[in-house]
């Protein structure tokens, strides 16, 4: 998909571009912080909204195309196997909480598990 952003819109010199998928809240006179709650069930259509993705790309002065390579912003899990050798209980435990700065890419996890 291209977006309709014209390069006359940000001055001249260097540009930094940077996007999340899905979409987050954000955008002009908004934070740049999107807030995110992860579906403990992340079946169907839980799945898709579960799995943020982000890209950023600098863009020298006078160039006015950028091809951005979306990374997976989240992805540490912590599995626990209890039980004995018989029978074994499987506990997947994930941040289920947190923030995006949308500019740069970085996340801050909430502290608590789900």
Known sequence: ???????????????TLAACSPVQGAGAGKSPVAEFT?????????????????????????S??????????????RIELSGDEQVLSVELRSRMKGSLELLTGGLTPADEFG
């Open 1 to 15: 998909m291209a977006a309709a952003l014209r390069r006359s819109d940000f001055g001249a010199g260097e540009l």
């Open 38 to 62: 992860l579906a403990a069930d992340q079946s169907a259509e839980g799945l898709a909204a579960a799995d943020l993705l982000f890209a950023q790309r600098s863009l020298p002065a006078g």
């Open 64 to 77: 006015n195309r950028a091809e951005l390579s979306f990374t997976h912003a989240m992805h540490r899990l």
